[in-house]
């Protein structure tokens, strides 16, 4: 549900625009989507951090897998992500809704993206770009830590498993999930991290189709 929500804040107005060739978008729109967008991207890196901690559960405490992951601790892990999912897409969309625009506001991407627009800004950028670093750290790196140490209490259970068909379905269970951190890891860093060149703006528009458009 959040991965349809995620494509479709930004992908209808995309069509729209490539159908019709009026590529505009209102500015409470563009804020509008920035939110969403932020939201429910974040609330998929959160909840792969959630699906990290169940599998650590299944394969290394597995007696207590029923009563760790009951229906009633799924929802309140669930609530407890979306809760705190818009901790950075209300702040970046609160202090982007404060910055004065110059007369050039041809966005360099195809949806509204929090880098993009703060090169467009005339006024001061400084905070937003501390946010930015600040939340970014807290919001991406905690859970992808989460991640990696989930992933180490696995193999270190899985090796030490007896039988070679138990480590094989344990390994199994775990890679459509590894896939999917690689491929949302994988396309982040490749827009956020890489330096900027030349065609810096058509590669991290090309690799943000990865997250935004073919979703995992």
Same mark, same amino acid.
């Given at each position: 549900?959040?991965?349809?929500?995620?494509? #479709?804040? &930004?992908?209808?107005?995309?069509?729209?625009?490539?159908?019709?060739?009026?590529?505009?978008?209102?500015?409470?729109?563009?804020?509008?989507?920035?939110?969403?967008?932020?939201?429910?991207?974040?609330?998929?890196?959160?909840? /792969?951090?959630?699906?990290?901690?169940? %599998?650590?559960?299944?394969?290394? %405490?597995?007696?207590? =897998?029923?009563?760790? !992951?009951?229906?009633?601790?799924?929802?309140?892990? !669930?609530? !407890?992500?979306?809760?705190?999912?818009?901790?950075?897409?209300?702040?970046?969309?609160?202090?982007?809704?404060?910055?004065?625009?110059?007369?050039?506001?041809?966005?360099?991407?195809? =949806?509204?993206?929090? #880098?993009?627009?703060?090169?467009?800004?005339?006024?001061?950028?400084?905070?937003?770009?501390?946010?930015?670093?600040?939340?970014?750290?807290?919001?991406?790196?905690?859970?992808?830590?989460?991640?990696?140490? &989930? =992933?180490?209490?696995?193999?270190?259970?899985?090796?030490?498993? +007896?039988?070679?068909?138990?480590?094989?379905?344990?390994?199994?269970?775990?890679?459509?999930?590894?896939?999917?951190?690689?491929?949302?890891?994988?396309?982040? !860093?490749?827009?956020?991290?890489?330096? +900027? +060149?030349?065609? #810096?703006?058509?590669?991290?528009?090309?690799?943000?189709? /990865?997250?935004?458009?073919?979703?995992?």
């Amino acid at each position: 549900f959040a991965d349809i929500c995620f494509t #479709s804040a &930004s992908i209808p107005k995309m069509l729209v625009n490539i159908e019709t060739q009026h590529q505009t978008i209102s500015y409470v729109g563009c804020i509008t989507q920035l939110y969403f967008l932020l939201a429910l991207g974040g609330l998929d890196n959160l909840l /792969l951090a959630a699906m990290a901690y169940d %599998r650590y559960v299944a394969i290394c %405490r597995p007696l207590h =897998y029923a009563t760790t !992951m009951s229906p009633q601790n799924c929802v309140l892990i !669930m609530s !407890m992500c979306w809760a705190l999912t818009n901790i950075p897409a209300l702040t970046h969309s609160i202090l982007l809704a404060h910055l004065f625009f110059c007369t050039q506001h041809a966005i360099p991407h195809f =949806y509204c993206d929090i #880098s993009a627009l703060l090169k467009l800004a005339c006024s001061d950028t400084h905070l937003n770009e501390l946010m930015v670093i600040i939340l970014g750290a807290i919001f991406l790196t905690v859970p992808l830590a989460l991640i990696i140490l &989930s =992933y180490a209490c696995i193999t270190s259970a899985v090796l030490g498993f +007896s039988s070679p068909e138990g480590r094989w379905k344990a390994f199994s269970t775990c890679g459509s999930h590894l896939t999917v951190v690689l491929l949302f890891y994988g396309s982040l !860093m490749g827009v956020y991290l890489f330096p +900027s +060149s030349s065609d #810096s703006v058509r590669r991290d528009s090309a690799t943000s189709v /990865l997250y935004i458009v073919v979703t995992p």
